[in-house]
């Protein structure tokens, strides 16, 4: 997985209050109450706002390969992909033709280098192909950024070292929007002590 480099990092007192349940959902204790945050949906979110920079910058980086890798599409997947290739090529994503409804992958995002480069392809391309009409520029980046970080980011189901759950918890510090990922869905539920003690009937 793609995992960014906190810049700070949450105080030791945090740190081992932190815990890691159904391979999907970091729990830790807050000054306001038990914070559940879910995994997927942060470091996706952290990813999109870290892509969405560099993209500004002109600083994505991307891996070039040696040997262009082929990909079969159907005819109307491969014009579809030729027709976006200037905004793919803005997100690390080259390609070209290479006769019939082969696309040739000659570069693709390093931060999906964990994933085959056709498999990134036919995810754009499936994409682009529920799309009722051709998006804005604006909106085909908006998406497919949005994309990139779903695909790159840890997943319900993955384990999570101490230094992961660590580095997510301080990334979210440090991003300018965390309560939701890019898909619109919350990246953490907080659960108040009060509403604890009430519960417990101890209010």
Known sequence: RAWPEPEARPSSESLSKVIQLYNAYLVMETPEGM???????????ILFEKIKARIQEGSLEKQQLLIPEPVELSPEQASKALEHRDALRDLG????????STILVTAFPAIMQKRAPSEILKAVVDHLM????APTREVLLNDLMSLMAC?????????LSTEQMLSLIAQRDLADDTHHCPHGRPTALLFTRQELDRQFRRA
Do not use: N, P, Y
Not at 151 to 159: F, K, L, P
């Open 151 to 159: 695909h790159s980011a840890v997943r319900a189901g993955d384990r």
């Open 35 to 45: 914070l559940v945050i879910d995994q997927h949906a942060l470091h996706e979110r």
């Open 93 to 100: 994503l080259e390609i070209d033709a290479f006769g019939g």
């Open 130 to 133: 529920t799309e009722e009409r």
